[in-house]
């Protein structure tokens, strides 16, 4: 019902940048809230940022003040730029999206995870 494509991820140094991209594709009515949640080995998988369609964010703790989530709702795309990465950001990067469907029901789809590794 909604397919989530991820792009971006890669191999950094610590203290350097990116910038994930999800793109949401579908039989959707609107996505109501998209965010990214990621993984790293032998941890749960604990939340990253999320944003609304109106713009409303909330992120995890261990990333405010250098993680920035937008979204662009005429592409159904939302973005997480990653800034002053750390050796602890290493872990596989979900995409998250919460939508209403054409029928009106509400459903939650996750993408395929995009590999985040910092290097020292």
Not at 31 to 41: E, L
Not at 68 to 89: C, H, P, V
Request: proline share 1%; net charge positive.
């Amino acid at each position: 019902q909604v397919r989530l494509v991820e792009s971006g991820g890669g191999l950094v140094q610590t203290g350097g940048s990116l910038r994930l991209s999800c793109a949401a594709s579908g039989r959707f009515y609107r996505i109501n809230v998209m965010g990214w949640y990621r993984q790293a080995p032998g941890k749960y998988r604990e939340l990253v940022a999320v944003i609304t369609s109106s713009g409303g964010t909330n992120y995890g703790d261990s990333v405010k003040g250098r993680f920035t989530i937008s979204r662009d709702n005429g592409k159904n795309t939302a973005y997480l730029q990653m800034n002053s990465l750390k050796l602890e950001d290493t872990a596989v990067y979900y995409c998250n999206a919460e939508a209403t469907l054409r029928n009106s029901e509400d459903f939650n789809s996750w993408g395929q995870g995009t590999q985040v590794t910092v290097s020292s």
